[in-house]
């Protein structure tokens, strides 16, 4: 019987369900360098931890995740923020962790560092942000996933939180994840299928500051699993299928606390006006092949242009319609593709922690705008992870 690109959940049960005689399994969770490429490998603890600061560094072969040469390979990695393990179960646990060189200095692809700096110089403002993650759900043909194959479904219109067969596809998945996502200790806030068939959403948040990344990035872990149990290929990318069809993005809702309270307008409003002003550098950070998804089409705004308006999905950056009317609360930035946080109009493979950081430098503290534009806005960039 040829072996399977997908798990044997009943094989399986039997081993999950063996004791662990009061050993822990705790899994390190990276970023590779490509910058949206998730890493892992796992060890034994003899205890619980209570928190990442009792867990100790680890290190791997760089030379072999694009981040380091073989003759000087080791790559460090520290623990940030600990998660409940869906898979293994029990005590077991998920660990998000980020790299550094051996001089003990942040590696390059390191944007988590970066804007954990950025966020501690902000912690007055409490900078709290909404992830919404698009992606689509392909086989292993590469076919995207209940399309006929050799051709197109029907045209978009029935999809988007659609109900029944032919209309939600992969809802299995979706469910999974959300469950794994919820016992993992991750904040999801909600899922819904998105315009294009197989093509889903779910939304992190509102997290504070570096949170909203190390969630965003624990949630991409775990739906990778997932798909892997089921056989199925995950795609961040902007633009999948080329043509009449929406692309996927990583939208971001951005509110600080003077934002979140009556007389807030006044200061959404001087964060778009900022934000107008670097539209050119937010987007060469918000994730490669975004020209493909921000085309003025299918819900976007063009890539060349700065938009921004009320209740408008094809602009940069929307003012929801219930936060005009109350004058306070969010605005959601359309832009990017990936994160360690994102924008609306962010690509979906948009880097969160860059993302993150450079909407809090923007938004928050005006001097380190550049470099939070760019944590916040692109998770895919070659050479850069969060």
Known sequence: MPFELKSNTATLAKYLALPQNGSIMATYIWIGGSGMDIRTKTKTLTKIPTSASELSEWNFDGSSTMQAEGHDSDVYIRPGAIFKDPFMGGDNILVICDCYNKDGTPHKTNGRAKALEIFNKTLDEKPWFGLEQEYTLFDLDGQVLGWPKGGFPGPQGPYYCGVGAGRAIGRDIVEAHYKACLFAGVKIAGTNAEVMPAQWEFQV??????????HLWVAR?????????????VSFSPKPIKGDWNGAGCHTNVSTAKMRVEGGMKYIEEAIERLSLRHDAHIAVYGEGNDARLTGHHETANISTFLHGVAN????????????????????????????TRTRSPASSLRPSA????????????HHHLLLIRLL??????GHSP
Not at 205 to 214: L, T
Not at 313 to 340: L, N
Not at 355 to 366: F, G, N, S
Request: net charge positive; no cysteine.
């Open 355 to 366: 993302a993150l950081r450079k909407l809090t430098a923007l938004y928050v503290t005006p």
């Open 205 to 214: 948040g509102p997290a504070e500051g570096i949170e909203a990344g190390d």
């Open 377 to 382: 806005s692109h998770p895919s960039k070659k």
């Open 221 to 233: 872990y775990i739906l990778e699993r997932v798909a892997e149990d089921f056989g199925v290929v």
């Open 313 to 340: 999905r094809g602009a940069s950056i929307r003012i929801p319609r219930p936060v005009a009317a109350a004058g306070y609360g969010y605005f959601e930035d359309r832009r990017r593709r990936r994160t360690w």
